[in-house]
């Protein structure tokens, strides 16, 4: 008989010692996701730090130095801190339930992949305590920002960056062998939830390119410490040349923030449609297809380096090609609610926002990827519209319905209905007041990453300050929510908990147990 | 751990690791193979071995030269002609100057571009400063030579082939800032 967690009451030694050298998915999977939302808050303070600045034109708080490191560290920080590690959570947590295995496939890499990264983002956040200060060179860290003019903390940053990714890759590879190994008998790829599908290709996207991120570091601490001219003109490199390296992971990477996400919401929108999800298989080949030509598009982010005509077609049309597989998703789902029997739960409610606005950051995408245009909005507040739609919009509002939508089976409590719509609106309305006004300063040309602006943007600014107040508001309810649920919230013990979810992890009582399918389940 | 794990870690660890050296080892040289072919960045090719071409007098191509210095390179750099006009095939030499204007020992390097990029290649240097550094003691002077060729085989609506240098001060990466120590 497997014995049961350490709790307080075991002492904290030994409460302390079970969460530093746990094996067990659910353990891990709320490492990652406590892990994640510390970050978030971390990554939002930055974001508050920088809309506060641009309340008002001119300089108030800070200095334009700082001013960097914030949009800098915002950048590191949401991406590599929050958004992946709350995904990696939600994986750890609910891939074992959903396809019937006891557990990850190799546990103890498991805790390594989690236990390095906390170490990986005291280094990163340490460089602000540094003198020189904090990477300041944006998140994109374009050589020569990053190298013959880079703080001296550089380094760690680089350090940092290596051990993140480090623990992608090997997060990565558990999941892997987790679908593929684990799956209970009757458990066939094509009857996998969409959220483990999504993830395993999501899975092969990051042991692919995170390896490629770390080449890009690589070339540039060879560049800083020892006199190679990977990126440096002055030796015969090319600083170009860092920005297809980078995007070549980076492109990639955008998917690997979104497409779990849609794994998520793939889950939701059947629930609450009580509607069977439309188009399983098709969803399933437009992951796939999405995933592919992820790899052939990264150019689109630098049309405006000069390249030749013929590539700038290329990579335009190839980008427009994306639409078409991410628009058999947004059919599928919305044709999933079509005739359903909804109910608006707040999973639900966050979820239908996440249709909404992710469609809406997918069409300025679409006008970014049209070359001619790009030359007019690369580099302005249009380009930061169109990704905080897509990434906070997309993500981050896809992740919050996952919390909510799984919270009741991690901790047998049910949350504060009430309490998740009151942030669900503040939060809708404070995103979309945050980052509408954003796409008309971007067009009438304010550029990013300035510490100050014309007076001709102020008012817009102010505008997209407050929304991004209130965003900010929304998350520490959101917080305030969790945790009384954990401690105050009514018990569930129905193991369904949703009238109309489906799939394994419902079969399982509620809360789930600490072990769950030691013996497989049998899948029909 | 069982087995199926174990060989699928493997193949997987393996893909991760190739990626890593494709990264460095392959993209940097695709890359630049990749310039080479479009003539993109203007890069020219090594020094080239003349050989026996006729010289096409029907046309005359006007060579512009530009010079520019790099961030805080404080040499005063300039071509001492601005510009020439060759026939194709046939060869040419002009001289840049140079002077280090401080008072410490320095090394330069001029780092070549050629414009229009379908020019690139027809553009050959027989003899160029720029295929070595150039190390200039404190306050001293230099006339520095380039002889080229233009390929008689340059795009017909190419008139005007501008070739631009941009002098990097290379003296920390060198190892003379150390010897001077």
């Known amino acids: ?524 | 751990m069982e087995t199926s794990h174990r060989s699928l870690l493997a193949k997987l660890l393996a893909i991760a690791v190739a990626m890593f050296l494709f990264a460095i080892f392959v993209l940097p040289p695709l890359y630049d193979l990749f310039c080479e072919i479009t003539g993109i960045g203007g890069r020219t090719d090594g020094k080239y071995e003349a050989v026996e071409v006729k010289v096409d007098t029907s046309r005359q191509v006007r060579v512009q030269f530009v010079a520019a210095n790099n961030e805080q390179m404080p040499w005063e750099f300039y071509p001492m002609e601005h510009s020439v006009v060759v026939y194709p095939g046939e060869s040419r030499a002009v001289n840049f100057f140079a002077h280090n204007t401080t008072g410490e020992d320095m090394i330069g390097q001029a780092i070549p571009s050629v414009l229009p990029n379908n020019a690139a290649d027809y553009f050959h240097k027989t003899a160029c400063f720029c295929f070595d550094n150039q190390p200039l003691a404190a306050g001293e002077q230099a006339e520095l030579g380039l002889v080229f060729i233009l390929d008689p085989d340059l795009p017909d609506n190419v008139n005007t082939v501008t070739l631009s240098y941009t002098l990097f001060d290379i003296t920390d990466r060198t190892g003379l800032a150390v010897a001077q120590q």
């Open chain 1, 1 to 524: 008989m497997a014995h049961g967690p350490a709790t307080l009451a075991d002492g904290w030694v030994k409460y302390a010692s079970r969460w530093l050298f746990t094996t067990n998915h659910k353990d891990i999977g709320t490492l990652y996701l406590w892990f994640s939302f510390a970050m978030f808050i971390l990554g939002g303070a930055f974001a508050m730090a920088i809309r506060a600045e641009l309340f008002q034109p001119g300089m108030q708080l800070m200095q334009p130095e700082f001013f960097n490191q914030m949009t800098t560290m915002h950048g590191l920080v949401m991406v590599f801190g929050a958004i992946m590690p709350a995904f990696v959570g939600l994986a750890n947590w609910l891939i074992p339930m959903m396809i019937g295995a006891p557990d990850m496939a190799l546990p103890r890499m498991n805790n390594l992949s989690f236990w390095i990264l906390p170490f990986a983002f005291a280094i990163l956040v340490a460089t602000l305590f540094m003198e020189g200060g904090g990477p300041n060179f944006g998140w994109t860290f374009y050589a020569p920002l990053s190298t013959t003019f880079a703080p001296d903390t550089v380094n760690y940053f680089i350090f940092g960056v290596h051990i993140m990714g480090a623990s992608s890759i090997m997060g990565s590879i558990n999941i892997i062998a987790t679908v593929m190994n684990m799956r209970a008998p009757g458990m066939t790829y094509m009857k996998m939830p969409l959220f483990v599908w999504t993830w395993l290709i999501t899975a092969f996207l990051l042991v692919a390119v995170m390896p490629v991120l770390a080449g890009a570091v690589t070339m540039m601490l060879m560049d800083i410490n020892f006199g190679t001219s990977f990126f440096d003109a002055a030796g015969g490199g090319d600083p170009v040349l860092f920005q297809h390296v980078f995007w070549f992971f980076g492109h990639p990477e955008v998917y690997i923030i979104i497409l779990p996400a849609f794994g998520v919401v793939s889950q939701i929108i059947p629930t609450f449609s009580r509607k069977p999800l439309f188009g399983y298989s098709s969803m399933v080949y437009a992951t796939a297809s999405i995933a592919f030509m992820s790899f052939i598009v990264w150019a689109h982010h630098m049309f405006t380096v000069g390249m030749p005509i013929a590539g700038e077609l290329y990579f335009m049309y190839a980008t427009m090609l994306i639409a078409v597989p991410t628009g058999v998703k947004v059919f599928n789902w919305i044709t999933t609610m079509y005739k359903g029997a909804l109910t608006y739960e707040t999973p639900m409610l966050f979820s239908i926002a996440f249709v909404i606005l992710f469609t809406f950051g997918g069409f300025t995408g679409l006008m970014l990827s049209i070359a001619a245009a790009d030359m007019q909005y690369h580099d302005t507040y249009f380009v930061v519209a169109h990704f905080h739609y897509v990434m906070v919009a997309g993500a981050v509002f896809s992740g919050t319905a996952a919390v909510y939508y799984w919270l009741p089976k991690w901790c047998g409590k049910m949350y504060d209905e009430t309490m998740g719509k009151v942030q669900f609106w503040i939060a809708f309305i404070g995103f979309n007041i945050a980052f509408m006004p954003q796409h008309f300063l971007g067009l009438a040309g304010m550029p990013r990453r300035y510490a100050d602006y014309g007076l001709q943007f102020a008012d817009w600014n102010m505008v997209s300050s407050i929304g991004a107040f209130m965003y900010g508001a929304a998350q520490i309810l959101f917080l305030f929510n969790v945790i009384r649920t954990i401690t105050h919230g009514k018990p569930v013990n129905d193991p369904q908990v949703w009238e109309g979810a489906e799939g394994l992890e419902w079969t399982v009582d509620t809360p789930a147990p600490y072990h769950t399918f030691e013996k497989p389940p049998e899948v029909k």
